[in-house]
């Protein structure tokens, strides 16, 4: 993909200057005050694997990575994150390209292998409809980047804010175990055994 920032402007008044790098790519934008990044990325930049589900903040469907910090989409203006460095469910595959295992650098372009996370959500049946999908895989790409969850209990809890309306949850946790607390002894398989309790909403 080319390096040179690509330049969009939209019609309307009271348009506002901003540069963004979404999924590794420098943009140019002309935005209204009032757009969203969710509505940027989804009408703006057809970047419409981020989905906008309520639109209030409540079900994490519009989870993105700014700076490496998951973050909604819908809570947000474009013009608030001016400068910002954006990773949508579309740039995740690149992620994973950027460091091979031992940390060091790898061509970006040297593969299109799916994000370890990705590869887990299909190993583990982790989704029905999908819709909830994206924005699962980026909190939960957010959430190994915080190191907070060390066991299945917090990797639910810190996952609580990304709703599945289809109740994939336990496949879903397996999945983020799996990647977030690695090969620890009995991680996943601890998650598989812990019963969903009827009535309420596990994370
Ligand atoms: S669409 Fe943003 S949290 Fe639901
Ligand atoms: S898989 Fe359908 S909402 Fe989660």
Redesign the pocket.
């Known amino acids: 993909m080319a390096d040179s920032p690509i330049s969009l402007a939209f019609p309307g008044c009271s348009q506002h200057s901003l540069a963004l790098r979404i999924n590794r790519q420098p943009y140019r934008l002309e935005v209204q005050a009032w757009v969203t990044l969710l509505d940027l990325l989804r009408d703006k930049l057809q970047l419409t694997g981020t989905k906008k589900?309520c639109d209030h903040g409540q079900c994490g469907?519009c989870t993105v990575l700014v700076d490496g910090r998951r973050i909604n989409a819908c809570l947000t203006l474009a013009v608030m994150q001016d400068g910002r460095d954006i990773t949508t469910v579309e740039g995740l595959a690149g992620l994973r390209d950027e460091e091979d295992e031992k940390g060091e650098k790898v061509d970006a372009d040297s593969t299109a292998a799916l994000h370890p996370l990705q590869q887990a959500f299909i190993a583990h049946d982790?989704?029905?409809?999908?819709?909830?999908?994206p924005g699962?895989l980026c909190s939960a790409v957010g959430l190994i980047n915080e190191g907070h969850a060390h066991t299945p209990d917090e990797v639910r809890e810190l996952m609580s804010g990304n709703?599945?309306?289809?109740?994939?949850y336990p496949q879903?946790t397996q999945a983020v175990c799996e990647v977030a607390l690695g090969a620890r002894p009995g991680a996943a398989q601890r998650t598989a055994q812990q019963p969903v309790v009827i009535g309420t909403v596990p994370a």
Request: charged letters at 5%.
């Open positions: 589900g469907a982790a989704f029905q409809c999908g819709y909830c999908t699962q709703v599945c309306r289809c109740g994939a879903i």
